[in-house]
């Protein structure tokens, strides 16, 4: 149990539904992550959101819409997507001051998300 | 563009042996690097956070070391357990205006056999 708490685990959705995946943390930390762990990629950073404001955007597809409504909720709300994106979806929390890089990352165990 | 390596892609031990792998980043700029072990249908879990060039952390059979000014970070596994069998992961924080963003390398895959 690593306090940062994803559901669902799994999905299968088809490519015109309108899905979310949700993250719970109850670490107490200021900054949550969405990451997409695609097969024999590296873990790559999709959101990153800071006391609730969006920081980060990598370049994501519209396709994915994130939604942070306090800091210890994040959503990932997904629409016509596509069967390229099915992949791991992992949620993560860390406590962030500026200029301090040591603190550690807390995962989720991820949602696996299957477009058919 | 930030780019974190790590080698081997993957690796097979006999039970008892000790190994190690790689993870490179850019040496400019440094501001920490993280390792992560992820075993599977698991979420990954901290290992270490170095900071100091010369750093050189350990828990249990575990240890890695660090070279910030050639950008290297070593994971050494000292007689590999079975489970110790996992996804070895590195990550560099890079920032740009003032967003923390964790770069991850691909990983080193370790299998560990009975």
């Keep these: ?116 | 563009i930030l780019n974190v390596e790590q080698s081997p892609q993957s690796l097979h031990v006999q039970e008892g042996d000790s190994t190690n792998f790689t993870c490179s980043f850019p040496s400019s700029n440094f501001y920490a690097l993280h390792w992560y072990r992820w075993e599977t249908a698991k979420s990954p879990e901290a290992l270490f956070v170095m900071t100091l060039n010369g750093d050189e952390k350990k828990k249990g059979r575990i240890s890695a070391t660090l070279n910030t000014k050639e950008g290297y970070s070593y994971l050494y596994i000292k007689g590999s357990q079975p489970e110790d069998s996992a996804t070895y992961l590195c990550a560099f924080p890079g920032t740009t205006s003032g967003t923390y963003k964790y770069i991850f390398g691909t990983g080193t895959r370790l299998k560990v056999l009975a």
């Excluded at chain 1, 959101?47 to 980060?56: G, H, M, R, S």
């Excluded at chain 1, 994501?60 to 939604?67: A, C, L, N």
């Design chain 1, 1 to 116: 149990e690593t306090g940062v708490t994803q559901t669902p685990r799994h999905l299968v959705m088809g490519m015109t539904n309108k899905k979310s995946l949700k993250c719970e943390q109850h670490l107490g930390h200021n900054a949550m992550y969405w990451y997409k762990q695609s097969a024999k990629k590296p873990l790559e950073l999709m959101f990153v959101y800071n006391f609730k404001e969006q920081t980060e955007n990598n370049s994501v597809p519209s396709r994915f819409s994130p939604e942070c409504p306090n800091s210890s909720h994040l959503f990932l709300h997904l629409h016509t997507l596509q069967p390229e994106d099915s992949a791991l979806y992992l949620c993560a929390s860390s406590q962030v001051f500026r200029g301090d890089y040591g603190n550690t990352i807390y995962f989720g165990e991820g949602s696996w998300l299957t477009v058919v």
